[in-house]
Every structure is written in C-alpha cells, then in structure tokens.
C-alpha cells in the first residue's frame, strides 16, 4: 500500500536551472511532510520539511510547495548544482504517527 | 562522530544462516527505528522504540525477525533462517520524542543472501 507516491524515477537538469520534483500521497491523516536526500553508499539525510498549516517552506535553494486539496507536493531546488545530483526521497507522517511512509524516490542528475 | 551507527555495514551469508545487526543511535534520542531498503524502492517500515519498548512493528516484519533494545541504548535486528528476499539495506533512524521530528539515519548495513 504504497501511501507515498513519486512518479519520475528520474530527472536529469543542467546545472543553473531549476529542478522540480513531485509527490503525490493517498492519505488524508498525513500533516507532516519532508525530503530527504541520498548519496550512494550514505544513509538519506535530511532536507526540508513542512507543516500541513502551511503552504510553503524555503531553505536557500531548496523551496517545498504543499498542495493539500490536491495532497501534493513538490520540491524546487534553483539554481541546481553538480552536488544536487542524488536520490531525493519524499515522506509523510500523521499527528502523533512516529514513523515515516516513504515514497519511491527520484534520481536527479546535474549536468555540467 | 555523533551521529547513527550501523554495523556491520555489509554482510554477506548463505541462505538459512541468522545474521544480527547493531545500531547505535544518537545518544539524546531515545526513539529508534529500523527501516528496509530494496533496489528501486525507497525505505519502508519495520519496527520502532520509545527507549527499550517496542512499541509498534509493521507486517513486513516476519516471525523471522525479531528486534531489540535493551537498556534503551543500542538495537539489535536479527533475521533468522535467512531467505534470498531479505537481501535489502537495513535502515537505522534516531529521533528525539516528538511526532513530527526529523529522522536521523545511519549509513545502513546491507545484506545480501546468497
């Protein structure tokens, strides 16, 4: 039961332009929403987070949208860099819900 | 280094064999959990600790599988009588005691069941 859902596997984006990634969830309870990211051989680290109270959140170069009518969000990260490229990974959770339901996640590589 | 520790960080066995591993959390976290990684997917549920209580598993987790924490510190996830399916990256996190507080991971240890 897959609650978490990135679509695109992949994306692939020159470097100095923006890098949009998307993720759509089933459940109505999650209110909690972050992005981890991954390199090759590392545990995923974190990114950014928001709120379900709130309909954007930004970090530097990394900005998150929440759509709740829609239950999506996405991820731009402008400019993109070399060091950006990575598996970016979605999550969720739910008031007083401890764990985190993942989605798939989306590789993302910067071309030079 | 402060952060997750897993080990071993691969381990490779024969099919049948039991295979432990350890982690060792953040130390001011006292919420623990182990997550599962295959190839293409991205990291699901197992298991979770509020300090040495094990206080939610997920249906992923077989009777083959069995996690603990004694004293509230360190885990140990064991698989017994391992089956070709359980080659994966095992996920560790650490948490402090709040719903939406940020998992922190360790760098997994992979298992691969020949």
């Known amino acids: 039961d897959q609650q978490v859902k990135q679509n695109s596997p992949s994306l692939s984006v020159q470097e100095g332009r923006i890098s949009i990634l998307n993720c759509d969830y089933t459940n109505s309870m999650f209110d909690y929403f972050l992005w981890y990211k991954k390199y090759p051989a590392e545990g995923p680290t974190f990114l950014i987070s928001i709120s379900s109270i709130k309909d954007k959140n930004e970090d530097g170069r990394f900005t ?11 991820l731009h990260i402008v400019p993109s860099q070399p060091g950006d490229s990575a598996v970016y990974f979605c ?22 | 280094d402060t952060g ?20 060792d959390p953040i130390s001011e976290h006292n919420r623990l ?19 040495e209580a094990q206080l939610e598993k997920s249906r992923l987790l077989s009777d083959r599988f069995s996690a603990e924490r004694p004293k509230g510190s ?16 095992y996920l560790c996190a650490s948490s402090l005691d709040r719903p939406t507080g940020e998992l922190f991971f360790g760098e997994g240890s992979r298992l691969t069941v020949l």
């Not at chain 1, 998150?64 to 996405?74: G, Q």
């Open chain 1, 64 to 74: 998150v949208f929440l759509n709740k009518s829609a239950k999506h969000l996405s």
């Open chain 2, 33 to 51: 959990y182990w997550y599962r990684q295959t190839l293409g997917q991205g990291p699901e549920f197992l298991t979770y600790f509020q300090n």
């Open chain 2, 74 to 89: 360190f885990s140990t996830l064991e698989i017994q009588r391992t089956e070709q399916g359980d080659s994966a990256m």
């Open chain 2, 4 to 23: 997750v520790s897993q080990n071993p960080r691969h381990k490779i066995t024969k099919r049948g064999q039991n295979v432990t591993f350890r982690c």
């Open chain 1, 91 to 112: 999550a969720a959770s739910g008031s007083n819900d401890y764990k985190l339901s993942f989605g798939a996640g989306t590789t993302v590589t910067v071309r030079a």
